[in-house]
């Protein structure tokens, strides 16, 4: 799975959440601030699942 699909899906899905949050009337400052902490998750998971192992040798 290459990192430009993983961070593609998982934006749509903050994306979501982000409109569900907007849609529940929360305070903007709490949406970006989850939005942000989403963000970080979603850049080390992609990393971590598409990350290739080191050569031994």
């Known amino acids: 799975m290459s990192f430009g ?3 593609t899906g ?3 899905v903050i994306g ?3 409109y569900a949050a907007y849609l529940m009337h929360m305070p ?3 949406i970006a ?3 942000i902490v989403l963000l970080g ?3 080390l998971k992609a ?3 598409t990350r290739q192992k080191d050569p031994v040798g």
């Open 10 to 12: 998982f934006a749509i």
């Open 41 to 43: 998750l979603g850049i």
């Open 47 to 49: 990393v971590k699942a």
């Open 33 to 35: 601030v989850g939005a």
């Open 16 to 18: 979501g959440l982000i």
């Open 28 to 30: 903007a400052h709490w």
């Open 5 to 7: 699909i993983y961070a």
